[in-house]
DNA sequence: GAAATGATTGCC
DNA sequence: GCAATCATTTCT
């Protein structure tokens, strides 16, 4: 993907969760160290879903899910956790994917990310993250994989909600042991 | 102001 | 099976 291209974000989140899985997300810590992992399994919230967030229109904490496509969107959840969600769509649509596990090219840190809050905690990314565009500037941006195999794409329900269950709306890539759920 | 809730995880 | 733990939301 080219990096310049906010276009790619654009999309409904139905779109581009599944088009997310084998890309590599980059975050660089406040320490300045770079930690990675492939994008192996997403899910996609959109407007009119109950289970999304900005369903029921702007709030304090959902204002990055109204920016343009391509902004970070990070939550606490159960009060120890954080969730990272990337915009999707146009300004003001409310719309976010949730990546849900990343597979760490690491072998030593082997499911230290296969999960959403997992994934948060080994990245370290925060609130802090949260509502600035996925850039290399900005520490916190997304790359093509090298040598990545060849994949096939599992829709299946989305984990952890109350509505919306019937919604095949979460992508993981097949036999990927970093998934966090089958 | 008070109460309920949650896009989770790990331990019993 | 369920406790941990707290910001945000949704009641009074």
Known sequence: MNLADRNFFKQNATELAPKLLGM?????????????????????YMPDD??????????????????EGGMSYVYLIYGMY??????SGEKDSGQAVLIRALEIPDHSHAKEAAGPGKLCRYLEITKEQNGILLAKENNLWLENSVKLQPFEIISAPRIGISAGKEKLWRFYIKNNNSVSKK
């Open 24 to 44: 590599t997300l980059c975050h660089v810590n406040s320490k300045g160290l770079r930690k990675t992992g492939i994008i192996v399994e997403t899910e996609a």
């Open 50 to 67: 109950p289970a999304c967030h900005a369903s029921r229109g702007k709030t304090k904490r959902t204002l990055p899910m109204f920016e």
């Open 82 to 87: 954080y969730c990272f969600n990337i915009v």
